[in-house]
Every structure is written in structure tokens, then in C-alpha cells.
């Protein structure tokens, strides 16, 4: 019998096998590679290996599902035995596990807490390597009724103007406001251009009688909040 690491899955031990362990012990008694694995379905006959040693390749050059999840199809594809399709997999899974990790919105959702914002868009903000700005416009309950995107890369003030603020705010007939962005470096303490922008919708929000209720940065595992600090 050939050596499990080079072997085909189909002659490990049968507890052993990913998809009959998930089946038998449950999802959570797999590993990333294992999971990942079971998604692509088959390994690289040319360089003996099976689907899990190449995850596992792919997890050494990548180190966490979070740089993973950063990663392009091209960067993915540059670990040899994975090409575009087992790449699009890859992507589609994490893409849906950040789906899930997201409770959907609705016109009753009330989002009254900074922890809620990002309970919300932490999961699609927070390994990206540009920076997205949006907002969230919020009715005289607090309940969401829709979120844009008014920027993709550098925060500064003239990308975020307050008229791309304002516009869709009063189209929308929203009573409140609440912006936020990511930092890829993964620390959201504020930068000047920050404090400034947060500082000029403020102002400008209260001129026109919509309330900004909060500018919250997203980066990592954490996140910094303009109102929970008493910035607003």
C-alpha cells in the first residue's frame, strides 16, 4: 500500500477518509484541510498527491483561512495542483462561510449597537485588501433599510465627500447614518483622515437634520467605534 501522504484518499482507513468522518463524526471533528479538501474532490496524479496534501500546501503558503480568503484565484492557483476550477471552489466556500457568519438584513432589522454593525459587516470587511467605506441608512427606529458603497481604497476626504453621504441619505428618506470601513492592516485605531471625515459628516448631518450615528473601523478580529468613545 502506497504511504498516506502520497497515497489516494480512497486507501486511508476508512475513519480516517474525510467525507466518512464527516459523515460518521460530524463536520466539526474535521480539520481545515480536511474540509477544503473534501471541496476540491481529487488531488494531482502527476505529483502524487491527494486532495488534503494539497490543501495542506496551500495552508503553508497561506497560513490562515483569513490569508486565504485575501488571496486572488491567480495567487491560489500558484500552489502547484490547483488550478482555476479547485481555486473557485476554494473562494465559493469561504465566500459563503462569510455569507453565514452574516445575519441576512431586513427592514426590521434595528441595529442600535456598534456591536450589531459589525455583527453585520465585520464578515465581509474585515480580510479585504483594499479599503470599502459605506454607509448604512437607518430609519427613526434604528431599522436598516439599505447600505451602499461610496468608496474602494484609500479613506480620505476627497473620496468621501459628504454630498455621497447625503444624496442617497435624503433620497432614501433616512432619519440616521452610521459609516463604516475597513483597515487591511488589521488594526482599526483611527487615522487623522478619519477623525476628519467622521468630524465633516457629523457636521454636515446635523446641518441637513440627518443623525450620523456612528463611524466604525473594522480591522481583524477588532473594531474601533466614533460613538462608543464619545467622538460623536
Known amino acids: ?3 498516506k501522504n502520497s497515497a489516494s484518499i480512497k486507501y486511508w482507513p476508512e475513519d480516517e477518509r474525510p467525507r466518512e468522518r464527516l459523515i ?12 477544503l479538501g473534501i471541496l476540491i474532490g481529487s488531488g494531482d496524479r502527476r505529483a502524487k498527491k491527494n486532495a488534503v496534501d494539497l490543501i495542506r500546501d496551500l495552508l503553508n503558503k497561506f497560513g490562515t483561512l483569513e490569508s486565504l480568503d485575501q488571496a486572488t484565484v491567480t495567487e491560489i492557483c500558484e500552489v502547484k495542483g490547483i488550478g482555476s476550477a479547485k481555486a473557485a471552489q476554494i473562494k465559493a466556500a469561504l465566500e459563503v462561510g ?6 441576512p438584513i431586513s427592514m426590521k432589522n434595528k441595529l442600535k449597537s456598534s456591536q ?5 459587516f465585520s464578515p465581509f470587511l474585515k480580510n479585504l ?10 430609519d427613526p427606529k434604528l431599522q436598516y433599510i439599505k447600505d451602499l458603497t461610496i468608496s474602494e481604497g484609500s479613506l480620505n476626504a476627497s473620496i468621501v465627500h459628504p454630498r455621497e453621504v447625503m444624496i442617497p441619505a435624503i433620497r432614501e428618506s433616512a432619519a440616521s447614518f452610521a459609516l463604516i470601513h475597513n483597515h487591511p492592516s488589521g488594526d482599526p485605531t483611527p487615522s487623522q483622515a478619519d477623525f476628519e471625515i467622521t468630524h465633516r459628516l457629523n457636521k454636515t ?5 440627518i443623525h450620523m450615528v456612528d ?5 481583524g478580529n477588532g473594531f474601533f467605534s466614533f460613538a462608543d468613545e464619545g467622538l460623536l
Open 215 to 219: 463611524h466604525i473601523i473594522i480591522g
Open 116 to 120: 450589531a454593525f459589525v455583527d453585520q
Open 205 to 209: 448631518g446635523k446641518i441637513v437634520g
Open 24 to 35: 460518521k463524526f460530524g463536520s466539526h471533528s474535521l480539520s481545515d484541510a480536511h474540509l
Open 129 to 138: 485588501k483594499k479599503e470599502i467605506v459605506k454607509i448604512v441608512l437607518l
Open 1 to 3: 500500500m502506497p504511504g
Open 98 to 103: 462569510k455569507r453565514m457568519a452574516s445575519k
